[in-house]
């Protein structure tokens, strides 16, 4: 098993282009849609008072990673929905909002959702506000803006969700989703050299050395294992170290978490390769799974925007969904070890089925 191993790792340094081409296509795609200013949706913006701008709505909204806002003037607002320059315009009101939709977009519900925790915390400092006596207002009010300068007692706030909240984080989405799509092809690519040795008669003569079957398939599955993590590894590293992404001090945990994403995608791509015949079939099979994975399971898009319920039902056998919710459980929610352990566990859980299932289907056809 051990000379298996080390001949495919041989092998791999010679042709490592599958390998560097996935990992150059993650990290591109995430650059253009997840981590710059390029990847924020224009949003014009109009405020019905100009102190808006200014207050914590307004500074809420400037801060926002999936959006950037362009104030512009009320006239501005419908002519650039109407002429298509944006998917839709926000104007501000004292008390309440108003987005104006040029087309359905999911992107309404994330600004929807944002604009709602923005007019909150207007609202709890104007709570605070009014419990505080009217001589000592004014110095009350500047405290907030400059928490350093207010010194008798300070604030702290808390995050809580409830049953049907949830939190979205472009940046972070775009490369837990990427991530887990790309090395789809990274490890099926590698799985369907099992074949590909099988059909050239490799097996047939290591078979009649003292090396044993079972070996065989766990020295190749291995190495697909071993060259998928080392690109999520790659991947992550590079992105927390060379683009100062904040994974919110998780990233050794998200790496331990992605172990058992890995195996289950190994052996998904070992039970598709026991359904074909030909390495020809497999390549083209394996993109359109790694792609109806990836749109299901919430790689592209966020599945709390999903409302069809049969969608839904198809992303809770989709292995990348359960991938998505454990890193971001663990990230932004904030989850418990015991939290966690659910998708952790149906990941294991579909990664022992398929890996059964693929290798019997491949002993019994005699692939």
Same mark, same amino acid.
């Given at each position: 098993?051990?000379g298996?191993?080390?001949?495919k790792?041989?092998?791999?340094?010679?042709?490592?282009?599958?390998?560097?081409?996935?990992?150059?296509?993650?990290?591109?795609f995430?650059?253009?849609?997840?981590?710059g200013d390029?990847?924020k949706?224009s949003?014009?913006?109009?405020?019905?008072n100009?102190k808006?701008q200014?207050s914590?709505?307004?500074k809420?909204?400037?801060e926002?990673?999936?959006?950037?806002?362009?104030w512009v003037?009320?006239?501005?607002i419908?002519?650039?929905?109407?002429?298509g320059?944006?998917?839709f315009?926000i104007?501000?009101?004292?008390?309440?909002?108003?987005?104006?939709e040029?087309?359905?977009s999911?992107y309404? !519900?994330?600004?929807?959702?944002? $604009?709602i925790?923005? =007019?909150?915390?207007?609202?709890?400092?104007e709570? +605070? %506000?009014?419990?505080?006596?009217?001589s000592?207002?004014a110095?009350?009010?500047?405290?907030?803006?400059d928490?350093?300068?207010?010194?008798?007692?300070?604030?702290?706030?808390?995050?809580?969700?409830?049953?049907n909240?949830?939190i979205?984080?472009d940046?972070?989405?775009?490369?837990?989703?990427?991530?887990?799509?790309?090395?789809?092809?990274?490890?099926?690519y590698s799985?369907?050299?099992?074949?590909?040795?099988?059909?050239?008669?490799?097996?047939?003569r290591?078979?009649?050395?003292?090396?044993?079957?079972?070996?065989?398939y766990?020295?190749?599955?291995?190495?697909?294992?071993f060259?998928?993590?080392?690109q999520?590894v790659?991947?992550?590293?590079?992105?927390?170290y060379?683009?100062?992404?904040?994974?919110?001090?998780? !990233?050794v945990?998200?790496?331990? $978490?992605?172990?058992? =994403?890995?195996?289950t995608?190994v052996?998904?791509? +070992? %039970?598709v390769l026991?359904?074909v015949?030909?390495?020809q079939?497999?390549?083209?099979?394996?993109?359109f799974?790694?792609?109806?994975?990836?749109m299901i399971?919430?790689?592209?898009?966020?599945l709390?925007?999903v409302?069809?319920?049969g969608m839904?039902?198809?992303a809770?056998?989709?292995?990348i969904k359960?991938?998505?919710d454990?890193?971001?459980?663990?990230?932004?929610?904030?989850?418990?070890?015991?939290?966690i352990m659910?998708?952790?566990?149906?990941?294991?859980?579909m990664?022992?089925?398929?890996m059964?299932i693929?290798?019997?289907?491949?002993e019994?056809?005699?692939?």
């Amino acid at each position: 098993m051990n000379g298996i191993l080390f001949g495919k790792l041989k092998l791999f340094f010679r042709t490592p282009w599958t390998f560097l081409l996935m990992t150059g296509l993650t990290i591109g795609f995430v650059l253009v849609m997840g981590t710059g200013d390029i990847s924020k949706l224009s949003v014009p913006i109009y405020a019905e008072n100009e102190k808006l701008q200014d207050s914590v709505i307004g500074k809420t909204l400037m801060e926002s990673e999936a959006f950037s806002f362009e104030w512009v003037d009320h006239e501005k607002i419908y002519k650039k929905v109407e002429n298509g320059r944006a998917e839709f315009a926000i104007i501000l009101k004292e008390n309440e909002f108003q987005i104006v939709e040029g087309m359905e977009s999911f992107y309404t !519900l994330i600004a929807n959702q944002l $604009l709602i925790e923005a =007019y909150e915390e207007k609202w709890k400092q104007e709570q +605070l %506000l009014a419990q505080v006596h009217s001589s000592v207002q004014a110095d009350f009010k500047k405290s907030l803006n400059d928490k350093e300068a207010f010194a008798p007692f300070s604030i702290s706030y808390e995050q809580f969700k409830g049953e049907n909240t949830w939190i979205y984080n472009d940046q972070l989405h775009k490369i837990f989703g990427m991530t887990l799509f790309f090395v789809i092809y990274t490890i099926a690519y590698s799985v369907v050299q099992i074949l590909v040795e099988k059909q050239a008669g490799i097996w047939d003569r290591i078979i009649l050395s003292p090396v044993k079957k079972s070996e065989m398939y766990t020295a190749n599955l291995l190495y697909s294992f071993f060259l998928g993590y080392v690109q999520v590894v790659l991947i992550f590293m590079l992105f927390r170290y060379g683009f100062q992404v904040d994974f919110h001090g998780k !990233l050794v945990e998200i790496l331990v $978490l992605l172990i058992p =994403y890995v195996f289950t995608i190994v052996a998904l791509s +070992l %039970l598709v390769l026991s359904f074909v015949k030909t390495v020809q079939q497999f390549n083209a099979i394996m993109p359109f799974i790694a792609i109806g994975m990836a749109m299901i399971g919430g790689a592209y898009w966020p599945l709390e925007v999903v409302e069809s319920k049969g969608m839904l039902f198809l992303a809770n056998i989709m292995p990348i969904k359960y991938g998505m919710d454990m890193l971001n459980g663990i990230t932004i929610y904030g989850d418990t070890f015991i939290e966690i352990m659910k998708p952790v566990s149906i990941l294991l859980l579909m990664g022992v089925l398929l890996m059964g299932i693929g290798m019997h289907l491949m002993e019994k056809r005699h692939v």
